[in-house]
């Protein structure tokens, strides 16, 4: 099964005004759950929930064809089979990633950065 290619097209054409940063966090939180590789971020063994996630971006530049911006994810992780009272228990989590946008077709590729 392939996997559909992300895209922000409504961010590429904001690249350069004032909206870019705040159309290009809006378009991450629509995206579709299981979209993003968050596992990257799972610190404690557990399971991606990424129905309600926030994106932050951190900064963003024009190199050679491509945007790459740095995207701050928050998301929650699930760990479960402690047989604790409040088995499964939800965690704050986060990742970092490197967003690299294609100038041409707005396809966007997200690669995590180490912590």
Same mark, same amino acid.
């Given at each position: 099964?392939?996997?559909? #290619?992300?895209?922000?097209v409504?961010?590429?054409?904001?690249? =350069?005004?004032?909206?870019?940063?705040?159309?290009?966090?809006?378009?991450?939180?629509?995206?579709?759950?299981?979209?993003?590789?968050?596992?990257?971020?799972?610190?404690?063994?557990? #399971?991606?929930?990424?129905?309600?996630?926030? %994106?932050?971006?951190?900064? %963003?530049?024009d190199?050679?064809? #491509?945007?790459?911006?740095?995207?701050?994810?928050? +998301?929650?992780?699930?760990?479960?089979?402690?047989?604790? =009272?409040?088995?499964?228990?939800? *965690?704050?989590? *986060?990742?970092? +990633?490197?967003?690299?946008?294609?100038?041409?077709? %707005?396809?966007?590729? +997200?690669?995590?950065?180490?912590?």
């Amino acid at each position: 099964m392939s996997q559909s #290619v992300l895209r922000v097209v409504r961010s590429l054409e904001a690249w =350069g005004s004032d909206s870019f940063y705040r159309l290009l966090k809006e378009e991450i939180e629509s995206l579709q759950p299981g979209a993003l590789p968050l596992h990257a971020g799972v610190t404690r063994g557990g #399971v991606v929930d990424d129905n309600e996630l926030t %994106a932050t971006v951190l900064g %963003a530049s024009d190199e050679a064809g #491509v945007l790459q911006a740095r995207v701050g994810i928050f +998301f929650t992780e699930i760990v479960a089979g402690c047989s604790c =009272g409040d088995d499964p228990a939800a *965690y704050n989590a *986060y990742c970092e +990633f490197l967003v690299t946008i294609d100038r041409q077709t %707005a396809a966007c590729a +997200f690669e995590p950065l180490e912590q």
